[in-house]
């Protein structure tokens, strides 16, 4: 099939078909590729390789907007069965093919970073493994309906979990601690729902690992991520150096709220809440108030950047507010063909979506700037720092905050807000640190995770080490089953890593911007741009930032981030 005749949008295919796709890979497949013309060859497969990813990008956020919905269910099912396994064994097909004429010259001399991963990815493949991937997508599937479902009567309104944690911040105690159970009982309803789940995940796990000739999962998973700039080892290295710094940090301001809030200990119902004595943060109502913030304080952060937002509501590119039936959780999906993102979340009216707004408006700006790239591949960027994209945004956008800017608050409620946000950066890696963990654990000791109640012992165990000032007494079982809460250990193993190394990251970008905030931005602009040209250190170098995580360079981030706590308390 002509690609002079290649769709410029998914809406004009049926994306459910393999029979839709199968002809352009053929056409590949069976050109006859001279050095002048690979070039030409390449953009062809990449246009293909951008389709098939939007395909695929968009039935998963149509079904993660209506978790209930039968026919989206369907379709996500069918292009995950039908279309996924034959288009990845014919990508397969096509990358041995390129590699096999040992590429040189003009045509990939902008290649060096792709054609590495393309290399490590075709001696990572096996065909059996193919129904194995689309076995675990149908069983993510169901933890999205499992936990999408879970709803309940709340004085007369049925709520689901996104719209129950916002009474975790109200003042009234005994409010918060019925709402935590409330959403506890929902979880432990389905206990033996989702340790079965896991185990199953577990079994064809390790199954993709053996097919690989690797001895477990994370092995394969850190080769199947392109992890080429860090190890195993240097993930327990950043473990000790956060249970060494970031813990003592953390035990302080818990204190502080402990005494704040003139308790004996603090339950689990306790750490969302404000200890200030002003009413909750109530920034927005509604997803067009949200919108329109976010719009003006990017428009403070760059205009450009507000530009690109602003892209993205006039294109129906966003979905933020909570309902029933809705998945859990936020992300942002790209849209390679059209080079555009789309934003999913959860909003229900509190600081922790203003907070997700940025986040996730980070990670669309990523695709808004690698934009100019000629190659699907080359947009593609490492996670690690994917994720200082949207963390970085959230510091970046955090002096714009109030009301003189367009934003949410007054001065006083954007210094509380602030501080939620910096605190909430210390407070997140200790657990960062227990979910990483945890994986290294399960997939490593896979037979013993087999047995869900081991996996209760090891979270209970690494919760001690990391997690000490929490108060979980006369309520175990919610404690020791908190990796099913964690949707990130279900759906993407290992993906959670890159949050702590990325926090680093932007909390160097913010320290930059302290000094010189245009120049932050700008340089934050021209690393995102790279995409995924360069390497994950040289990707950090750019953003004007290390590519490190030992305890000196935490020492000296948490440091900054108290003592900045300590002046945001002057206006509270």
Known sequence: MSFSTFPTSIDQIDVLQWKTFEPYFESLRSREVEEVDLRQWLEDWSRLSALLWEAGAMVHIKKSLDTADKSREQDFLEFVSNVQPPATIADQELKERFLAMNPTGSAVSDLTIVLRNMRNQADLFRQEN?????ELAK????????????????EGEEKNLSQLSVFLKDKKRSLRERA????????????????????????LRQQVAANTGLDNYRD???????????TPDDCFTFHKAIEEVVVPAARRLYEKKRKRLGLASLRPWDVEVDTSDAPPLKPYEGQDALVQGGLNIFQDVDPALARHFATMAEENLLDLDTRAGKALGGYCSTLPLRRRPFIFMNGAGTHDDV?????????????????????????????????????????????????DYGGFYTPGEAARARIEHLEGAILFLPYMAVVDAFQHWVYTNVHAAMDPANCDATWSDLWDRFMPDIDFSGIEDERVSGWHRKLHIFHLPFY?????????GALQVWRNALNNQAGAVASYREALALGGTKTLPALFEAAGVEFRFDSAMLAELVELVESTIEELETFV
């Open 130 to 134: 193919v129904p194995l991937q689309t």
């Open 180 to 203: 935590w159970k409330t959403m506890m009982a929902l979880w432990l309803a389905q206990r033996e729902e989702l340790n079965k789940l896991y185990v199953d995940m577990l079994k």
């Open 139 to 154: 069983l993510g599937n169901e933890y999205d309906k499992i936990t999408g479902a879970m709803v309940s009567d709340w």
């Open 355 to 403: 907070q997700t707004l940025l986040h996730e408006a980070g990670h669309a700006f990523h695709v808004f700037e690698t934009a100019g790239l000629p190659l699907v591949w080359q947009i593609d960027s490492p996670m690690e720092f994917a994720e200082v994209a949207s963390m970085s945004m959230e510091l970046l956008s955090a002096p714009y905050l109030t009301k």
């Open 220 to 230: 394969y998973t850190f080769r199947n991520y392109d992890r080429f700039a860090y």
């Open 496 to 504: 959670y890593i890159e949050y702590g190394m990325a926090q680093l």
